[in-house]
């Protein structure tokens, strides 16, 4: 047996009537699609991370490479233990909110807000072990649920265009 009737058995592809082709492209267009978040993540969190004795270029090369092996242990996981042709990394609007809210707006030093992400990370895995995340959830009206990610796509978008000069946020008088 081949590599690819190996694969093709142990992904059960014939049964969701696809190919190892068709996969293989299929991830390598996700794979493009969401490259940026290579690029763009360490830079996110680079303004907000400082590190005596490391140097800007390389932070944000370390970054670069904690990024890539966070998604990729991520999407391995998802795809060889849980089956499922879904890409996974960090979530930029989180990481967006770590920097740019609590870390450099609040002041909270990135170490401490980086101990308060890893305690949030075993309260969601507790919740989802126990079956309460749905419970968390479900009161939220369906057009909430859609709006957060338009909403954290053009905070995204107003960092990216702040950051290349295109519009400039000033701060509000009161």
């Given at each position: ?33 969401m490259s940026y978040i ?77 101990a308060a992400v890893v ?21 939220f009206p369906e057009p ?31």
């Amino acid at each position: 047996m081949g590599l690819t009737e190996t694969l093709a058995d142990y992904f059960d592809l014939d049964q969701h009537d696809t190919t190892v082709r068709t996969e293989l492209l299929a991830g390598l267009t996700t794979f493009l699609t969401m490259s940026y978040i290579v690029v763009v993540n360490p830079a996110i969190l680079a303004d907000a991370i400082s590190i005596q004795g490391v140097g800007d270029g390389r932070l944000t090369a370390m970054l670069a490479v904690v990024t890539i092996i966070s998604a990729a242990t991520a999407t391995l996981v998802m795809a060889l233990y849980a089956n499922r042709p879904f890409a996974q990394a960090p979530g930029l609007g989180l990481n967006a909110f770590f920097a740019f809210t609590v870390v450099l707006g609040m002041g909270v030093p990135w170490q401490t807000a980086l101990a308060a992400v890893v305690v949030e990370g075993f309260l969601f895995i507790a919740l989802t072990a126990a079956g309460a995340r749905e419970y968390v959830i479900t009161p939220f009206p369906e057009p909430v649920k859609l709006a957060v990610g338009s909403g954290v796509g053009l905070f995204l978008t107003l960092i990216a265009f702040e950051s290349k000069r295109v519009v400039a946020v000033t701060p509000r008088r009161s």
